[in-house]
């Protein structure tokens, strides 16, 4: 299976940080955004990733392209280690690029994928969202895809302040993790959210959504939605995603996922778990 990762928006959420650099490029811990997303497309298995990139996105290009220079010094400085991940990096996986021109909503951008995916079903998973769990949020998902072989989303159960950020389903439960999805509304008022269940950056699509895509009408924000194509598809699951999930393009989503990431961090834990305590007394 292929994956897409739409990267085209322009982060009006984290202005001024995203004023002249992609917001999948902010740092969480040690790492660039969109690197958890490709690293967590490749331990799902997945080996062909096309990035969707716009206007001011040259340096995720370049964060997944060779660097000779900089290995270059790294080799005659000796540190090896470095070297070896930098490296590692620009052989992850095949990665391909293609530009949404004009940023026009998830559902626009997702319709920029159709030749490279060519009729076969693909993963999407948003480049500015990143999960952590013990099996990746993306396998888990191919493997509830497998079962059904239609349209299937991860959902996450969200605190009623949350509803309004997120499209929202309403749905049947059919198994403890699996839900088919009777219809969807995105970012709803908590008294229009028909449940607490929000869609929340990771799905397998199958390709006759590009159809259902160039059938919608500009939603929420005059942008072309995917949750609205997504409501005209005949069958779709939902499935409970075992694991954490952070929308980097919320500031204080970011900031905690910087946190918790780092606490798993051998170097730095202790020390970073010291500043916290001594910090909140
Ligand atoms: P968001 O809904 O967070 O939109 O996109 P945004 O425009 O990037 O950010 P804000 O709301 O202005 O702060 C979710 C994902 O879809 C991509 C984004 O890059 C992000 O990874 N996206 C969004 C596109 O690729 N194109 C678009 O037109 C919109």
Redesign the pocket.
Known sequence: MKAV???????????PA?KAQ???MLPVFNKPTIQYVVEEAVSSGIDDILI???KGKRSIEDHFDRSFELEYSLQNSGKTESLQEIEAISEMADIYYVR?K?????G???STAKNHVDGEPFAVL????ITQSRIPCTKQLMNTFHKHEASTIAIERVPDEKVERYGIIKGNQISEYVYRIEDMVEKPSLEKAPSNLAIT?RYILLPEIFDHIKNVEPGV?G??QLTDAMRTLSEVYGYVFDGKIY?I??TVEWLKSSIEIALTDDLVKDELKQYLKELLK
């Open positions: 990762i739409p990267a085209a928006g322009l982060g009006t959420r984290f202005l995203t992609p917001k999948e969707i990139t716009g949404q004009k940023q026009k909503g998830l626009d951008a997702i948003l480049g500015d969202t950056g924000g942008e072309i929308d393009g919320n």
